[in-house]
């Protein structure tokens, strides 16, 4: 990444705290990033933790990036591209982590033949395990694409889908991803509890279950069904858990849950398409 380059963030929530902490940690410069927020004191706050410059002015901070990252709720995102369009006649990179909304959207908004791409990364990005699928317009030649992984990839993994309708499936997976995880954490914890185990105890033992097997997991060159196998013996315990699950269709509610995420991703691309 050139030292050079300027990135800015409009939006100081939790994904601009993520991506300004992976850049630093890859050392680069705090003097070349800046945020904007209507939120004065998470503004001061940003700014005590990094040493960033930030504005109150979304307009101020985008005629100085090269890169500009819109790290706000889908809801607004109509609102601040057009009040951005009169001030990106430089054409920086746009950068949009916004849940659902489409390239052409954003596009739309901003007036412009401009490079961008559309990012969906998940909450481990704040410990730098993110996992992110991106896609690219016409517009980004190969070097912003590589700045892009430069960015993306300072909190985890990131990967190029082969169209925007993939981005939906992303959504699904990784994106709403870890709430799945979250809430078979909480049941397998409450259950044990309910089983007459102490409730700490409950809740340690299956958070380290489930960063074990990840770990596992991401560390091995057998499949995730592969690595199933392996540990349900014929007759035991994990073989009773197991059939009770696919008793109970568990593929296919799992399979229910991610569809529905990727319907309710296609209808907010859907809702704000500039295009409609």
Not at 162 to 168: A, G, S, V
Request: aromatic content about 4%; glycine content about 8%; charged content about 20%.
């Amino acid at each position: 990444m050139q030292k050079q380059t300027v990135i800015g963030f409009i939006g100081a929530g939790n994904m601009a705290f993520a991506l300004i902490s992976g850049l630093l940690a890859g050392k680069f410069l705090a003097q070349n990033i800046k945020i904007s927020d209507l939120d004065k004191p998470l503004l001061k706050q940003r700014k005590a933790e990094f040493g960033v410059e930030t504005f109150s002015n979304n307009a101020k901070l985008v005629r100085q990036c090269d890169v500009v990252i819109l790290a706000v709720k889908p809801q607004i995102l109509p609102t601040i591209c057009q009040e951005l369009r009169e001030h990106i006649t430089h054409k920086p990179l746009i950068i949009s982590i916004a849940a659902g909304i489409k390239s052409s959207s954003i596009a739309g908004w901003l007036a412009g033949d401009l490079s961008i791409v559309r990012a969906m990364p998940n909450t481990p990005a704040l410990l730098g395990m993110g996992a992110t699928g991106m896609i690219a317009n016409a517009a980004c030649t190969a070097k912003q694409k590589k700045l892009t992984e430069q960015i993306i990839g300072s909190v985890g993994l990131c990967f190029w889908v082969e169209n925007e309708e993939m981005m939906d499936a992303v959504t699904a997976l990784s994106g709403s991803g870890p709430a799945y995880l979250f809430l078979l954490i909480e049941s397998m914890a409450n259950t044990a509890v309910a089983l007459g185990l102490d409730e700490e105890i409950a809740r340690k033992l299956s958070v380290q279950t489930a960063l074990g097997a990840s770990m596992m997991a991401s560390k091995s060159d057998d499949s995730a069904a592969q690595l199933r196998a392996k540990v349900t013996s014929k007759n035991g315990t994990t073989q009773a858990a197991i059939e009770s699950f696919q008793e109970q269709d568990f593929e296919l509610i799992v399979s229910r849950a991610m569809r529905a995420a990727a319907d309710r991703a296609r209808e907010i691309g859907a809702e704000f398409d500039s295009n409609e």
